[in-house]
């Protein structure tokens, strides 16, 4: 019954979760079953508990015989620990194998367990605290691995460089932007829709940025099946202004794990609004910005 792995052990004060067995006048039970006692069936998948007496304290689960398979091929894969009240403390000593060991039940192993979980002297050993009044307390939680074959997959897809995949906006009368924020239309890179956001005199929401700098972000839309299921999106993309001689570009290149908490990314102070008007950048008062994609991720429901 038991695996030949090596168990470890350690106390806590939370009782067991799934099932206790008090033994009360255990001198007395030892000599009258001689080797064995069984439980009564306790609700964790119909596992239940015995005990023996070779020198240590054995603890077994067993799939009650009433269980019912619907063929012969059935499996049930467990993973468990087992629990002695320390009664003088009021704690328990937590029993489990070392690796955390998955146990395979089937037809022709409906038992598992570990044979020697403690000596006999020490849960005999008054200043343990196990045996008080002659009576004891063991407990079991029991976790029933059950894959639902529920999963995804993530793969990082390489934006393709074409003009698709680049977005340019160009924004006449710059200088007479009065709203905190102006947004692009909606447009398709790595098969997800974004827009510009730009706040033309800085980011309210930012003490550096508002009426000292031009604020650029990209802004994720729609994209349901991100924020429902709470996953995430990597994006990597490069953001420009352009001057209209096509001489000087002012570029930031990064990344976001885009989610439902965080669905735009960018730089409050991407440019000073001295360096905008002073540099090129208008001519006849347009700004023109531009976002590339490079790398966005996918992922898909593995079944």
């Known amino acids: ?59 077994y689960l067993a799939l009650d015989e009433s269980t019912y398979f619907p063929n012969n091929s059935w499996e049930v894969y467990v993973n468990f620990t087992f629990f002695v009240q320390d009664r003088i403390k009021n704690e328990y000593l937590a029993i489990r194998y070392d690796d955390g060991a998955v146990i395979r039940l089937h037809s022709m192993k409906r038992e598992c367990g570990i044979d020697k979980l403690i000596p006999l002297q020490a849960f005999k050993e008054p200043s343990n605290g196990y045996l008080v009044d002659d009576s004891c307390v063991f407990g079991a939680e029991i976790f029933v691995i059950k894959p639902t074959g529920k999963g995804e997959a993530v793969s990082i897809v390489k934006v393709p460089a074409q003009a698709g995949n680049i977005l340019r906006w160009k924004i006449a009368n710059f200088s007479n932007l009065r709203d905190p924020e102006y947004c692009s239309s909606e447009f398709n890179a790595g098969g997800r829709e974004w827009r510009i956001v730009i706040c033309p005199m800085g980011d309210d929401k930012d003490d550096k940025a508002k009426g000292n700098y031009l604020s650029f972000y990209i802004r994720l839309q729609g994209s349901d099946d991100i924020f429902q299921s709470k996953r995430k999106l990597f994006a990597e993309y490069k953001m420009r202004v352009l001057d209209h001689p096509r001489i000087r570009i002012d570029e930031q290149r990064s990344g976001c794990w885009f989610s439902s908490e965080i669905r735009e990314s960018g730089y409050p102070c991407f440019m000073s609004l001295d360096d905008l008007h002073k540099g090129g950048y208008l001519y006849g008062d347009t700004l023109i910005v531009e976002v590339e994609f490079l790398i966005v991720s996918v992922v898909k429901d593995q079944k």
């Open 1 to 59: 019954m038991a695996i030949g792995q090596e168990i470890s052990s350690v106390k806590r004060g939370l009782p067991p979760a799934h099932y206790t067995l008090e033994i009360k006048k255990y001198s007395q039970l030892s000599k009258a079953v001689a080797d064995r006692y069984e439980s009564a069936i306790f609700k964790t998948k119909n596992e239940s508990q015995d005990w023996q007496g070779t020198g240590h304290i054995s603890l």
